[in-house]
């Protein structure tokens, strides 16, 4: 069996490293190569340009300079003076290029470039979507030199393969460097990625800091779009929500999950709703007539990335009653009682308003603060009791008459021996019509049927 003597285990081992290093070789971050004519200045320091190394040093030369960007041929004359020209101060409007002649004959041009060494970056890359490139961006302090240029590279870890190269592109509105990465097909979403980055410019040259990513964890979909707040009818303290997905994301493939955060205007703590997939929500939880604040983000259904940035704050109010707002607001109205008896009358609204000079607002007349019953609710309650009246006094008085004819019947009862006459007070009955008797002779005693109607026969005594 083959064995490797000590002495070369190092060496090996030194040999790998460099394969490695020379796999994932990366160009030098470092200034680019200037000319033998360029004059490299930083802004505000002073610079010196000589037109001549020999010569005499009296000699008198005029100074021309073309400014960037002029026409070839043109430019600003300068005063005229010795072998140098004192420059001071620099700023990048003092970029160009400079020559002298003497005597209408050209003897040197040089071009000066005011630089400074480029920030270093702090990129952060994110997708918009899963079939979407990847974007690598970072912000700037201040506005880079016109001759910085900014590079990106993007390639797999751990595996011995040239790097995607990209260049970046500065945004001065936004005021940041921006990339975009194509992928090539088949990139597995879950594989880590190392990112570097370089800008540079004549000054000098800033490399930043490797980033190691995956496709799935950088994903940040853009804010939903259209998002209202609308009331629901006859529902005091329900708002409907509504958005729509942004144009960036495609729902027939890939699908959001949302969340949505509200309040009201006199309240800076948001409430949030998690885990909705639909695109609208109802809040059954809004405060009655008070504006809500609304906003909607949006992130992947299941949960890989990080959420969008919040959408545009939106403003809703829920439904209100009219006759709620009537009755607290009180418009004008003249068909409502007054307390002098005409009720139903329209009287006219000049008798209802102030007779300050000057005061365009109207008085509101508090309807419910003195309320006027119906006269024909007197009317029935006035009947009802004096028929309840009546009933109790017709009943005292019967019963009394009873009370009066039992004590009569006992006083009857101990003087049965007196007899009394009668004496007729008219003519004497006629004559019978038939011999029959029309009272049939005594007999034995029968049961008489009782006449329960006659009340007397309870207090008789019988």
């Known amino acids: 069996m083959f064995s490797c003597p000590g002495p070369l285990l190092p060496a090996a081992f030194f040999l ?9 070789r990366l160009p030098r971050c470092g200034p680019t190569e200037l000319s033998r004519d360029v004059v490299l200045g930083r802004p505000g320091a002073n610079i010196t340009l000589t037109c001549r190394d020999k010569g005499p ?4 030369v005029s100074w021309r300079v073309e400014e960037r960007g002029a026409a070839v041929g043109g430019g600003r004359q300068l005063a005229e003076g010795g072998n140098t020209l004192l420059l ?39 997708r918009r979507s899963l079939d979407k490139d990847l974007i690598c961006e970072w912000p700037l302090r201040a506005k880079p030199s016109p001759g910085t240029r900014a590079t990106l590279w993007v390639r797999r870890r751990f595996v011995a393969e040239d790097p995607a190269e990209q260049r970046c592109r500065y945004f001065s509105k936004a005021q940041k460097f921006v990339c975009r990465v194509k992928l090539p097909p088949g990139t597995e979403d879950t594989k880590p990625l190392l990112v570097s ?20 964890s950088v994903l940040k979909p853009d804010p939903p779009l259209n998002v209202t707040v609308e009331p629901l009818e006859k529902a005091p303290q329900r708002l409907r929500v509504n958005w729509s997905y942004p144009p960036s994301w495609d729902p027939r493939f890939y699908w959001l999950r949302f969340q949505v955060r509200y309040r009201p205007e006199p309240t800076q703590t948001f409430t949030e709703v998690d885990q909705v997939t ?25 949960g890989h990335g990080t959420w969008s940035e919040w959408s545009r704050e ?16 009180g418009p004008f109205s003249s068909q409502f009682p007054v307390d002098d008896g005409t009720y139903g009358v329209t ?13 365009l607002g109207e008085t509101v007349v508090e309807a419910t603060s003195s309320p006027v019953m119906s006269p024909y609710a007197f009317l029935v309650a006035g009947g009802s009791l004096l028929l309840g009246i009546a009933l109790c006094i017709a009943i005292v008085v ?40 029309l009272l049939s002779p005594p007999g034995p005693p029968t049961l008489r049927a009782l006449h329960v109607t006659n009340l007397d026969y309870f207090f008789s005594g019988q």
């Open 16 to 24: 790998l490293l460099l394969l490695f290093a020379t796999a994932f």
């Open 57 to 60: 040093p009296n000699v008198t």
């Open 88 to 126: 001071q101060g620099l700023r990048y409007e003092d970029s160009g290029r400079y020559s002298c002649s003497l005597g209408g004959r050209p003897l040197r041009s040089l071009r000066l470039q005011v630089e400074e060494p480029p920030e270093a970056p702090r990129v952060s890359c994110y």
């Open 197 to 216: 980055t370089c800008v540079r410019n004549a000054a000098g040259g800033s490399a930043g800091e490797d980033k190691i990513i995956t496709l799935s």
């Open 278 to 302: 639909t695109t609208w929500l109802d809040i059954r939880d809004a405060w009655r007539g008070t504006r809500h604040v609304v906003q909607v983000r949006a992130q992947e259904e299941f």
């Open 314 to 329: 939106v403003v809703g109010t829920p439904w209100t009653d009219p006759r709620d707002f009537t009755s607290e607001m």
């Open 347 to 359: 009287l006219p609204p000049e008798l209802f308003r102030e007779d300050t000079a000057g005061d």
């Open 398 to 437: 019967r019963y009394r008459q009873t009370w009066r004819m039992g004590g009569q019947r006992g006083a009857k009862a101990e003087g049965e021996g007196q007899q009394h006459g009668l004496v007729p007070l008219g003519h004497p009955s006629p004559p019978a019509l038939s011999d029959t008797p």
